[in-house]
């Protein structure tokens, strides 16, 4: 059974960093993509960043503030968040999607405030 377990939200200050972790269990991040969505309340679940074998992709509104990476060892994947604004109040869901079967994996997600 895949699972995914997020870490390292909490509350900061506007300007502030945070690294987000995404552990996987129950299959290699490696031959998936990996991906990092948010939502806020009362909003729709959003896509934030990306990575594969192929590189890393980016919403626009994440672009040069956020770096996604990957431990394929650790199989973790991690979401460092610099220059903190509170639009990016959310909760943070990361996802796996097998490449071979298509499917797809959720964590149960974890919280961001950030106060102005």
């Known amino acids: 059974q895949v699972q995914l377990v997020e870490s390292g939200g909490g509350s900061v200050q506007a300007g502030g960093s945070l690294r987000l972790s995404c552990a996987v269990s129950?299959?290699?991040?490696?031959?998936?993509?990996m991906s990092w969505y948010r939502q806020a309340p009362g909003k729709e679940r959003d896509f934030v960043s990306g990575?594969?074998?192929?590189?890393?992709r980016y919403a626009d509104s994440v672009k040069g503030r956020f770096t996604i990476s990957r431990d394929n060892a650790k199989n973790t994947v991690f979401l460092q968040m610099n220059s903190l604004d509170p639009e990016d109040t959310a909760m943070y869901y990361c996802?796996?999607?097998?490449?071979?079967?298509?499917?797809?994996?959720w964590g149960q997600g974890t919280q961001v405030t950030v106060s102005s």
């Open positions: 129950g299959y290699s991040i490696y031959s998936s993509d």
């Open positions: 996802k796996c999607r097998r490449n071979y079967y298509g499917d797809n994996y």
């Open positions: 990575i594969n074998s192929y590189g890393t």
